[in-house]
């Protein structure tokens, strides 16, 4: 026992790290393998293949808001016909598995802590299953650990690797632009100490600096949002108003928590109800923020993790964060711990916390207390496993719908896809459904107050599965357009009119009131029927949020397709059962 124990988790020979690697290939892959692309991971495959390379660089990072790097990286297995699937997945694992390569082989965290850290949540699922731009963020935060103690002798290999960070995200350019202060911030004392501050530029760090500055810049110019893109970030009202709202700031509090064990945020976007767990996830992370601050003040690196992960929770908190986002905060804290591990003197630990270590005289506290601490950093693996196995049972319902339209022959159809609108409840219905109050369509739903012709996500999502746009509304002005335009302010009456030209729709995905296009005598009469109810699901964690997809048939085209089963009759009294 012995033997093998000192074979499996000796340092010099590594065999533990190698099988930590093998099993985080094997266990991504074969999740990966089950995995059915959501929207964003879609939206991007869509771009690659349909955009041009000119539009790719110039125009689409205005639309999507980050840089175009992922979208390259893909362009050249979707625009020779690579499967679809397949092809997302190998490019994601082969860069989430060079990440956990360079994590296991070069980080000098305790073997325990390394041989897990590649299964923690956002490491393995939110960035290595789902197939999004993080995975090559990932694998850039490592490589700046990885480079960072000869940042002074050897800069270029850090300012790279940063490039990569900056090339991946937008928050990769905010959280680089935090690391370049810190950094700058060490040299100017230094070359003031010395004498040289007066010739600066001749010092090896003023090139690769000022060349990830210019990179940085023209990247925040490529980026920035086009003045009709469509962005649910930054809401309307003041600017006191806006960084006085209670829920931006408590999102800043509480970000510590949700980057590792915390359970509050998930993809229903529900959590901002709970404020119970806001409040004492807020108290718990403050206690957290706390300890990182003087931590790393303790080993020097104060502004290393103040600056970036400063800028990083304003950005969470006061521009946009989605659910994975809190994910780069784990590997900033990763990027932290890495860089205070190889230091010469090791991770210094705070006198107080020495003394109230030594305080814990009784065997069974210090027990208890490692494995409290232990427990909670298992959870993330735990997270890992639930995700993993909900993905794997559960469907997202986009392979379910294609074939739905395959297998009846649809794609030559009338096939209308929803659109994004706002609806305003009467004043004398407060209770009032936001979206509509029958499956039937048409049916009696709010007032309309806004329409967003261009956010059709259905299109994106299903479109990868057909080798032409097969959708009457999606992209009408543009039909070779494979992806979801940000460019909230197209002409919506002139959208409306080229729908309208169209005819009716034979089919419907999704709910949509579409005498906002037809007029009511040209509806009259007119049903449309459920004949599908795909039920879809995206993990979180320990949640699964599931949602519905309806395809809806006309009703006088019962005849012609007898082998499409009506799900749902609106003119049949009763309440519509969900099938599980």
Not at 68 to 97: D, E, Q, R
Not at 326 to 342: D, N, Q, R, S, V
Not at 489 to 500: N, T
Not at 557 to 577: F, H, K, M, N, T
């Amino acid at each position: 026992m012995a033997e093998l124990k000192s074979k499996l988790f000796s340092r010099k020979k590594g065999r533990a790290e190698i099988i930590a690697f093998v099993l985080f290939v094997l266990g991504v892959s074969l999740v990966s393998s089950f995995h059915e692309h959501w929207f964003d991971e879609a939206q991007a495959w869509q771009i690659a293949r349909s955009a041009s390379f000119s539009e790719i660089l110039t125009v689409i990072p205005h639309y999507e808001g980050h840089p175009p790097l992922w979208h390259l990286i893909l362009a050249p297995f979707a625009k020779l016909g690579a499967p679809y699937h397949l092809s997302m997945c190998l490019v994601n694992v082969t860069f989430i598995s060079a990440a956990a390569a360079v994590l296991l082989f070069r980080s000098p965290f305790p073997k325990a802590i390394r041989c897990t850290l590649p299964f923690t949540y956002f490491f393995f699922y939110q960035f290595g299953v789902v197939c999004r731009p993080y995975s090559i963020m990932t694998l850039a935060f490592m490589l700046m650990a990885m480079t960072y103690r000869d940042r002074n002798s050897r800069p270029w290999r850090y300012i790279l690797a940063m490039l990569l960070l900056c090339l991946s995200t937008t928050i990769g350019l905010v959280i680089a632009g935090g690391l370049c202060l810190a950094w700058t911030f060490e040299i100017l004392p230094e070359l003031k100490k010395s004498g040289k501050l007066c010739t600066f530029w001749k010092d090896k760090r003023f090139l690769p600096l000022l060349f990830i500055l210019l990179a940085a810049v023209g990247l925040l110019l490529l980026t920035k949002a086009a003045d009709d893109c469509y962005y649910d970030g930054v809401g309307d009202g003041t600017l006191k108003d806006y960084l006085l709202y209670w829920k931006n700031a408590a999102t800043v509090f509480y970000l510590p928590v949700e980057n590792w064990f915390g359970t509050l945020v998930n993809y229903s976007y529900n959590y901002s109800n709970d404020v119970i767990q806001i409040v004492w996830e807020s108290a718990l992370g403050a206690v957290i923020w706390a300890f990182l601050i003087i931590l790393a003040k303790k080993n020097g690196k104060l502004l290393t993790f103040l600056l970036p992960y400063g800028l990083y929770a304003i950005f969470m908190g006061y521009v946009y964060g989605s659910a994975h986002h809190y994910g780069i905060g784990t590997m900033i804290h990763i990027f932290l711990f890495w860089i205070m591990a190889e230091s010469p003197e090791g991770i210094q630990v705070p006198e107080f916390l020495k003394k109230a270590g030594a305080a814990l005289k009784s065997r069974f506290t210090r027990r208890l207390c490692t494995a409290g601490l232990t427990a909670i950093y298992l959870m993330n693996v735990a997270f890992s496993c639930v995700s993993a196995v909900n993905d794997i049972r559960y469907q997202y319902a986009a392979v379910s719908v294609a074939d739905f339209i395959k297998e009846h022959h649809l794609e030559d159809r009338k096939i209308m896809v929803s659109w994004l609108y706002d609806t305003e409840a009467p004043e004398e219905d407060e209770g009032a459904k936001s979206w509509f109050t029958e499956f039937a369509i048409p049916s009696n739903h709010d007032k309309v107050t806004a329409n967003y012709t261009c956010i059709t996500g259905y299109g994106s999502l299903f479109l990868p599965y057909f080798d032409r746009n097969i959708f009457m509304n999606f992209n009408v002005q543009h039909p070779d357009d494979l992806y979801m335009h940000y460019a909230y302010k197209e002409d919506v009456d002139e959208v409306f009119r080229l729908w309208h030209d169209k005819g009716l729709p034979d089919f419907i995905i999704g709910y949509c009131p579409i005498d906002e296009i037809f007029s009511a005598e040209e509806l009259k009469g007119v049903r449309y029927s459920i004949v599908g109810d795909f039920k879809y699901h995206m993990n979180f964690k320990f949640h699964s949020y599931d949602k519905r997809t309806f395809v809806y048939m006309r009703d006088d085209l019962a005849d012609e397709y007898p082998d499409i089963s009506v799900v749902y009759d609106p003119r049949i009294a009763g309440e519509y059962v969900y099938p599980e």
